[in-house]
């Protein structure tokens, strides 16, 4: 059976139609496909550049910092210059400044105390039974803080009563034959220690109408001895 002609050349059309769609459709896809990858890629390049400049900045901050840092050591360098020249100034003063604070520290008995000095003895002397009055022949807080005042005029570094160390503010209270010394109590005899030049301390004893003097008018028996050696434990140590 015979197609008509007219029909073979609408099916010839129909299929160059079909190859011209699918040759467009083809075009359109690649052309899609190369805008995307195109916008991809500049998206990409973008980024890029995002991060290199955050890179840049962050940069920036550094040098920034380190300026600020290597100036902030130059600024103590150069206190620390002024201070060590201050220092080699008055290094004399700054040894006196220690001289003293070493001196406050043996008074306050925050440290231990050694070294030469003197021991003086104070001791109840025997009873007069002419005597109306026994108060006259023992020792009171009154003879032991006459002592005690004089050796820290003269500059006593560290005084202990009975072996307890001095306080910068101890009390001393008299209780019949017996003592009170920052709450501990300590019969006779009264054993007064001291550290400091043991010639000035005996010469301001023993002073003409001087605490020593007056002692033995009470009828106080004192002893003085000089001590090439002694120690004393700092007030923490004997707590």
Do not use: W
């Not at 160390?165 to 003592?179: A, D, H, M, T």
């Amino acid at each position: 059976m015979k197609i008509p002609l007219q029909s073979k050349k609408n099916n010839k059309f129909t299929r160059k139609q079909l190859i011209i769609l699918i040759v467009c459709i083809t075009t359109g896809f690649i052309i899609g496909y190369s805008y995307k990858l195109t916008k991809n890629h500049e998206k990409i390049n973008n980024s890029y550049i995002d991060q290199e400049e955050s890179y840049r900045e962050d940069l920036i901050d550094q040098q920034e910092r380190n300026k600020e840092l290597a100036e902030e050591l130059n600024d103590l360098q150069n206190r620390l210059r002024e201070y060590e020249k201050s220092f080699a100034e008055n290094e004399v003063e700054y040894e006196h400044l220690i001289e003293e604070a070493e001196k406050l520290r043996l008074l306050l008995g925050i440290i231990p105390a050694q070294g030469g000095g003197i021991q003086v003895t104070l001791k109840d002397n025997e009873y007069n039974p002419n005597s109306t009055n026994p108060n006259e022949y023992i020792v009171h807080e009154s003879h032991v803080l006459s002592v005690i005042n004089e050796l820290k005029i003269s500059g006593a570094e560290s005084i202990a009563i009975n072996g307890q160390r001095l306080k910068s503010n101890s009390y001393i209270r008299c209780n019949g034959p017996v003592i009170t010394i920052d709450g501990k109590q300590y019969p006779a005899p009264f054993v007064i220690e001291a550290v400091g030049d043991s010639k000035t301390l005996v010469s301001s004893l023993k002073i003409v109408g001087g605490v020593f003097d007056q002692l033995l008018s009470d009828n106080i028996v004192v002893t003085i001895e000089e001590k090439n050696l002694i120690q004393m434990p700092s007030i923490n140590d004997e707590a």
